[in-house]
T-cell receptor, first 112, second 111 residues
Framework: DTAVSQTPKYLVTQMGNDKSIKCEQNLGHDTMYWYKQDSKKFLKIMFSYNNKELIINETVPNRFSPKSPDKAHLNLHINSLELGDSAVYFC???????????FGSGTRLTVV | QKEVEQDPGPLSVPEGAIVSLNCTYSNSAFQYFMWYRQYSRKGPELLMYTYSSGNKEDGRFTAQVDKSSKYISLFIRDSQPSDSATYLCAMTPRAGTALIFGKGTTLSVSS
């Protein structure tokens, strides 16, 4: 049973399109995150979200928006996709008690 | 200066070698320190985490944190070809806040 699952695993789309990536966790964690991993493997935080607070990395374009229908889900919407958005996007979650953070397997986004 | 510095390598060692991976950081507020392993086209997998300074051992892996020097290390003993992966250090001031990652070190262990 996958702890943090993301869909789709691969996404190829044209510039200018709008797309969404879904994330679900079954760990009962309070906080979820979206990370972007570039071609050099650097993982950069985009958003942190729990049921009380959304923290946005100020460098993230406002074309990116997280949406959380409930505590177990955090989806990522991207409007007007650009070539530079091509990357691997990882969802992660953590609980109030610290046992490390659990990552999903990633969504590889390619914008053509 | 970046918050977390990590030598990207690549690092190539023969099977059985002891591997030392390191990160330095600038933010003295960091309290939780983690090492993740990432295989090609997979998600980061938590290897070890430590709170504050000290050592932690798990099988062939030992994590060390020296907060006075703002320096953390991961040692891998008796390295195996299956250890070939990218190793990422990560840290955060408190639970429930975003992890800040180093750039990752790519390790290759040859048999």
């Amino acid at each position: 049973d996958t702890a943090v699952s993301q869909t789709p695993k691969y996404l190829v789309t044209q510039m200018g399109n709008d797309k969404s990536i879904k994330c679900e966790q079954n760990l009962g964690h309070d906080t979820m995150y979206w990370y972007k991993q570039d071609s050099k493997k650097f993982l950069k935080i985009m958003f942190s979200y729990n049921n009380k607070e959304l923290i946005i990395n100020e460098t993230v374009p406002n074309r990116f928006s997280p949406k959380s229908p409930d505590k177990a889900h955090l989806n990522l919407h991207i409007n007007s996709l650009e070539l530079g958005d091509s990357a691997v996007y990882f969802c992660a979650s953590s609980g109030a008690a610290f046992y490390g953070y659990t990552f999903g397997s990633g969504t590889r986004l390619t914008v053509v | 200066q970046k918050e977390v510095e990590q030598d990207p390598g690549p690092l190539s060692v023969p099977e059985g070698a002891i591997v030392s991976l390191n990160c330095t950081y600038s933010n003295s507020a960091f309290q939780y320190f983690m090492w993740y392993r990432q295989y090609s086209r997979k998600g980061p997998e938590l290897l070890m985490y430590t709170y504050s300074s000290g050592n932690k051992e798990d099988g062939r892996f030992t994590a060390q944190v020296d907060k006075s020097s703002k320096y953390i290390s991961l040692f891998i003993r008796d390295s195996q070809p299956s250890d070939s992966a990218t190793y990422l250090c990560a840290m955060t001031p408190r639970a429930g806040t975003a992890l800040i990652f180093g750039k990752g070190t790519t390790l290759s262990v040859s048999s």
